[in-house]
């Protein structure tokens, strides 16, 4: 067994047996179950939504290709520069070379996945670059030293408390400050670093091929303060972001909105079409752009798979997922996590060892059917598992012993013949190390089903 899947095992019963961390998780998700409930009912027909949407984005990833460059040609004509990057050590490599002939001293960041990544921290921190997130729940777990717990909401699993607490350790808050009191002296705080940054970096919820724009949504308007204030910015998108047209925008904004938050469209939404032109006010005087691949051609080239790069990082999926709800977002040990995170983890850079992580799920669908871009996630995890047994010596062991179940469950007759006590000895020899100490002790009815049924039956003719 590799290390991360030992770990997901060790972590996996611990955190599900941590009442404290289950119940700000219920609380957390059960809040944003509600939100999602009410805003769902924006849409007269979601469902036709989401068709559209899959639709959409089923093109995009189909003539990825030709969109990309014309998304880079209409980039450039808007004055940015686009680099392409094939992995994570290019892009960074790029990251560099801008931070050091840029002389960056201070930089500022809105949320975003790519960034954690590609690990772009620990690349400043060895830069000596003062960074920091602007995001409120990413400013709260980079204050805690720690890595984003959800890909929509970092600090999923911290409580008023904790947060209050942290403040108080770092800052000298009052341990009893109100999030109001927090989020005012963050604000304060974040205001001066932003009018110092020499950087500001983002991701891109949207690339806009027919106007080589940057989409972004947000709704604490640091984005805005990060692409406006610094003299340059630098903007890491995955490839697989791309939708082919501005109006577009129409149906995917409310749809992340919805499904993230359940807002009907979120705070700020904001359209980045190159740097500050002579006669506007603000803007960066330089805007990078770095279009990563990071692993996603593995994806494209599957036809099966490629469904997969049509995720608009919505976060849904892992909110609705019972065993993210159980185990919560370290226990993955990857960036991207829940059911989308166990699909494409191990088609990206630096995240081989991951494959273990399509056999921690349940099956039970709920994920493919709250999906805005109806990405059939349960379906991909199989496929996963099928090219994961095909590919190990573990495929030949689990046949066999699925056909010597399947064998001994296909004789229920002789079975049934077995005495439930016997039944009860055996499993508790063999089966009990299997079944985990924390569930109830399995116990066979001293009558088998079939038997009841024909009694009942019997009875009553
Ligand atoms: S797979 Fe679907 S539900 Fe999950 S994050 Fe992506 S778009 Fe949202």
């Known amino acids: 067994m590799e290390k991360k899947e030992r770990i997901f095992k060790a972590q996996s019963k611990q955190v599900t047996l941590d009442r404290e961390n289950r119940q700000k998780l219920d609380y957390n998700i059960g809040r944003y179950d509600q939100a999602v409930e009410r805003g769902v009912h924006f849409f007269s027909d979601l469902d036709n939504a989401r ?24 980039a450039l004509e808007n004055g940015s520069e686009v680099f392409w990057a094939c992995d994570k050590r290019e892009a960074l490599a790029i990251l560099k070379d801008i931070v050091l002939k ?26 000596q670059v003062e960074t920091w997130e602007t995001d409120l729940g990413e400013f709260i777990v980079q204050l805690a030293g720690e890595k984003l717990y959800h890909i929509l909401t970092p600090a999923m699993h911290k409580s008023r408390g904790d947060i209050a607490t942290l403040f108080h350790q770092k800052f ?26 020499d950087l500001g970096i983002t991701g891109a919820n949207f690339l806009i091929a027919d106007t080589g724009s940057i989409a972004l949504t947000e709704n604490e308007g640091n984005g805005m303060m990060t692409f406006s204030w610094p003299k340059t910015l630098e903007v890491i998108a995955g490839i697989e972001k791309i939708i082919p047209k501005l109006t577009d925008l ?11 938050t359940g807002q009907h469209v979120t705070a700020y939404n904001s359209l980045l079409s190159g740097p500050k032109q002579m006669d506007e006010l603000d803007g960066p005087k330089r ?33 609705a997922c019972p065993i993210y709800r159980n185990v919560g977002g370290y226990t993955y040990q990857t960036t991207y996590t829940g ?13 081989r060892d991951t494959g273990f992580l399509n056999f921690a799920c349940s099956l039970c669908g709920r994920c493919s059917e709250v999906c805005p871009v109806k990405i059939p996630i349960h ?34 007759r002789s079975l049934d013949r077995i005495p439930a006590k016997w039944k009860n000895l055996a499993m508790k020899k063999i089966g009990h190390k299997h079944w985990g100490p924390n569930r109830k002790p399995l116990n066979f009815a001293p009558e088998s089903f079939s038997r009841m049924w024909r009694r009942r039956k019997h009875n009553q003719s």
């Open 287 to 319: 805007m990078v752009i770095i279009l990563l691949d990071g692993g996603r051609s593995r994806m494209f080239g599957d036809p099966e798979m490629r469904k997969a790069l049509t995720c608009i990082r919505c976060g849904a999926c892992l909110n």
């Open 250 to 260: 129409g149906l995917f904004w409310p749809l992340v909105a919805v499904h993230g």
């Open 51 to 74: 068709s559209q949407a899959s639709n959409i984005k089923d093109f995009a990833v189909d003539d990825l290709e030709n969109l990309l460059v014309g998304f880079e040609k209409r």
């Open 172 to 197: 000298g808050l009052d341990p009893e400050s109100t999030p109001e009191q927090i989020t005012l002296f963050v604000r304060d705080y974040l205001r001066e670093k932003f009018t110092r940054a």
């Open 339 to 351: 059911p989308i995170g166990s699909v494409i983890s191990m088609y990206l850079d630096d995240s």
């Open 379 to 412: 379906r991909l995890l199989l496929l996963n598992r099928s090219r994961i047994n095909e590919n190990s010596d573990k495929g030949a062991t689990e046949k066999l012993v699925y056909r010597t179940a399947g064998e001994i469950l296909m004789r229920r």
């Open 102 to 127: 840029e002389k960056v001293e201070l930089a500022v960041k809105m949320k975003s996945m790519i960034s954690e990544e590609l690990e772009i921290n620990k690349l400043l921190q060895e830069l």
